[in-house]
T-cell receptor, first 117, second 113 residues
Framework: KAGVTQTPRYLIKTRGQQVTLSCSPI?????VSWYQQTPGQGLQFLFE???????NKGNFPGRFSGRQFSNSRSEMNVSTLELGDSALYLC????????????????FGPGTRLLVL | TQLLEQSPQFLSIQEGENLTVYCNSS?????LQWYRQEPGEGPVLLVTVVTGGEVKKLKRLTFQFGDARKDSSLHITAAQPGDTGLYLCAGEAMNTGFQKLVFGTGTRLLVSP
């Protein structure tokens, strides 16, 4: 079974631009979560989607948005990029959404490394 | 806001040494997970502990969940260079739908031959 895939793996943008990142979950997984990882703040939760609906959202500005398609693939978009948005963006998929059992396992993709100049 | 503090932040040891990484919080978690992340990759789940006081062993790695489910530890016996990586604990918050996992600050381990 293929793992979580994320595209692109690396991306360089300039301030003010927007970016769209893509995540394909493990086949059969319907929950997709996005995280931002930086050296200073560590891993921070962005949002979670399940069955095309956003279920949870972290404490990020409205410039960060996402969506999920009927095939469970997910995209996240960051508009008006700032230097501080430079980070590794990780996507994780799981069978069940948060709160389902307390023990669902998340499988992470390799991430998209975004550099904003 | 639920925070998970890990200590130490950095650890550089020689092959064969033992080490312990701690993960502490003032909040109670319904479960706690440990991940290892290698450069250029996403975190990989090592173990999930659910019951207070639970101890799980994975080869040379021993994980313990505190009795009050607020803290956890990871002990590695006879560390090997292949253990090098970033170790992250992550707690699943109780009775909340706002956040799936709260991640710890991370412990970067370097094991030299």
């Amino acid at each position: 079974k293929a793992g979580v895939t994320q595209t692109p793996r690396y991306l360089i943008k300039t301030r003010g631009q927007q970016v769209t990142l893509s995540c394909s979950p493990i086949s059969g997984h319907r929950s997709v979560s996005w995280y931002q990882q930086t050296p200073g703040q560590g891993l921070q939760f962005l949002f979670e989607y399940f069955s095309e609906t956003q279920r949870n959202k972290g404490n990020f500005p409205g410039r960060f948005s996402g969506r999920q398609f009927s095939n469970s693939r997910s995209e996240m978009n960051v508009s008006t990029l700032e230097l501080g948005d430079s980070a590794l963006y990780l996507c994780a998929s799981s069978l069940y959404p948060s709160g389902s059992s307390g023990q669902e396992t998340q499988y992470f993709g390799p991430g998209t490394r975004l550099l904003v100049l | 806001t639920q925070l998970l503090e890990q200590s130490p932040q950095f650890l550089s040891i020689q092959e064969g040494e033992n080490l312990t990484v701690y993960c502490n919080s003032s909040s109670v978690f319904s479960s706690l997970q440990w991940y290892r992340q290698e450069p250029g990759e996403g975190p990989v789940l090592l173990v999930t502990v659910v019951t207070g006081g639970e101890v799980k062993k994975l080869k040379r790695l021993t994980f313990q969940f505190g009795d009050a489910r607020k803290d956890s530890s990871l002990h590695i016996t006879a560390a090997q260079p292949g253990d090098t990586g970033l170790y992250l604990c992550a707690g699943e918050a109780m009775n909340t739908g706002f956040q799936k996992l709260v991640f710890g600050t991370g412990t970067r381990l370097l094991v030299s031959p």
